[in-house]
């Protein structure tokens, strides 16, 4: 069941929100239950045949999971760690095996000449967002900073369907918390106001922008790979579109679920943040995709990162030798995992290595920088930070890289990105005079649109910045301003507008429903 959907907007929403308040006035654990099983009808409305396996992932991990928060609580470490790595081969071996076994057998048998027969397995839909979830609660159980509750609450928590499908990744400590006040499931219309608002912007930023540029999309990447005389404008129009594509899309996606989070009186943390004004990659992915990134730099990074810069000080290491086994190493495993999180294919394999790389050469930068920094301080000379033309220039590259590899990220092979960068790079000609599919007015307007959105106006947790959008708001409040500051308030304008942008997102729907991209990952 989409989001955007007639059957989502005006069928399981208003009776999933009647059950949830209308047993709440009676039993906060009716709610709950009702809550979590509509929930689950949710994932299986889309193929009923993987709900056997989130309710065994749930059940699971509540079991795992419970085991280490006692043997945490007896402070028996032993078991901690062997009820932790029971967990984590379970919770991964699974992922591993129904995302990356086709890919493996496939690689295996054209490298090594083997002949697995592995017959195609079916991806579960949202088996990355789920799985991860749980992990992270394991892991935070182990760390003493997940506490026992009932299997319904962390049944609700696991199985919550705003963010069931396509996140945000969330952790114990911003959900169940929540769940356990005394007013959650009571009717607050102020929620309810807040959360369809959200809800409106993300299915405009879906409908209206993200869905009119996803019919291009193919067409350009089809002419920006054609042997036969490709223009370089069309290399360049299917990059640009396909990233503006993908940044609504999935800014649409996040704001909907927070929305609907919010609707039932829940705050989400922020998964997506205004990414294409970072002057830098490192900020660009602190803001795309925040809680997966937040997941990697907790679960991955951090681990791999100490231990390598305890053995960096053991060796005495220091200068760039240091960067390199401290900071480099660890940066570049970690966004390879991204991008083979992403999906099974060597497309997302390179889609990792390219931004594992432009991390490390982003790292080394600033740590060229800190020791100019110290260099000259020793002289009596402060280096002033980046602004004006130089800050345009970073910004410049940073948006250049992420298209080039959303380029890879959308292309079915490898060798079709290098073919289109080869288009966009003019290296197959400029032939201007080719005709290029879809290229007219309203492409220009649509992408002309989209870009002056992304620059100059505030994101929608902005806009809604007085009504404390997101569990972690206080972070970002600060953190890429606009010069155009447009706050929403419950005026008779402001209920007109949000009217006018609900109306027009559920108007688009009738064109089609197109599945939110990060539904394949």
């Known amino acids: 069941m989409l989001f955007n959907s007639f059957i989502f907007i005006f069928g399981f929403l208003p009776v999933a929100l009647i059950a949830t308040y209308g047993i709440g006035r009676f039993s906060q654990w009716g709610a709950k239950l009702a809550l979590t099983m509509l929930s689950l009808g949710f994932y299986a409305w889309w193929r009923p045949v993987h709900l056997p396996l989130l309710l065994g992932s749930i059940v699971f991990n509540f079991l795992v999971g419970d085991r280490i928060q006692r043997a945490q609580a007896a402070q028996r470490k032993t078991a901690v760690k062997?009820?932790?790595?029971?967990?984590?081969l379970v919770d991964i071996g699974m992922l591993g095996w129904f995302k990356y076994a086709n890919f493996v057998a496939s690689t295996a048998d054209a490298t090594l000449g083997t002949d697995f027969n592995l017959e195609r397995i079916a991806l579960p839909l949202a088996i990355s967002f789920f799985t991860f979830q749980k992990i992270a609660y394991l892991i935070d159980s182990a760390r003493g900073e997940a506490q026992r509750m009932s299997f319904l609450d962390f049944s609700l928590f696991a199985a919550f369907f705003p963010q069931l499908i396509a996140g945000p990744i969330v952790h114990y400590k911003e959900i169940v918390p929540q769940l356990a006040k005394a007013h959650f499931a009571r009717l607050n219309w102020s929620d309810i106001g807040v959360g369809l608002v959200i809800f409106a912007i993300g299915l405009f930023k879906k409908t209206v922008i993200a869905d009119t540029l996803s019919p291009l999309v193919e067409p350009l990447f089809g002419a920006a790979t054609s042997a036969s005389n490709p223009s370089v404008i069309a290399g360049w129009l299917?990059?640009?579109?396909f990233t503006l594509q993908l940044y609504f899309d999935f800014s649409g996606y996040s704001d909907m679920a927070i929305g609907l989070g919010r609707m039932f009186g829940v705050k989400l943390p922020l998964n997506f943040h205004s990414p294409l004004r970072a002057a830098n990659i490192s900020d660009y992915w602190r803001r795309w995709h925040m809680t997966l990134q937040r997941f990697i730099v907790d679960y991955i990074f951090q681990p791999l990162a100490m231990p390598l810069n305890r053995f960096a000080a053991e060796r005495g290491l220091s200068g760039w030798s240091q960067f390199l086994v401290g900071v480099a190493v660890p940066s570049f495993v970690?966004?390879?995992?991204?991008?083979?999180?992403?999906?099974?294919?060597?497309?997302f394999v390179t889609f990792g290595i390219m931004h594992a790389s432009y991390i490390c050469i982003n790292e080394a930068w600033r740590e060229r920088r800190k020791n100019r920094r110290k260099t000259l301080r020793k002289q009596g000379i402060k280096l002033a930070d980046p602004k004006g033309l130089e800050r345009a220039g970073y910004h410049v590259i940073t948006l250049l890289a992420v298209v080039f590899g959303n380029v890879m990220f959308r292309a079915a092979t490898v060798g079709d990105a290098v073919s289109i960068w080869a288009t966009m790079a003019g290296l197959k000609g400029l032939n201007l005079a080719s005709v290029v599919p879809g290229f007219d007015g309203e492409l220009v307007a649509i992408i002309t649109i989209a870009t002056l959105i992304i620059a100059f106006m505030p994101n929608t947790q902005q806009i809604m910045r007085r009504f404390d959008p997101a569990c972690n708001w206080s972070e970002w409040a600060d953190v890429a301003p606009t010069r155009l500051r447009l706050t929403w308030a419950p005026t008779l304008a402001g209920l007109a507008l949000a009217g006018v942008v609900l109306f027009i997102g559920v108007m688009f729907i009738q064109r089609g429903q197109a599945v939110f991209l990060y539904f394949n990952f």
């Open 82 to 88: 062997a009820w932790l790595a029971f967990g984590l």
């Open 238 to 241: 299917a990059a640009t579109t």
């Open 334 to 347: 970690t966004f390879v995992a991204v991008g083979i999180w992403h999906g099974a294919g060597w497309t």
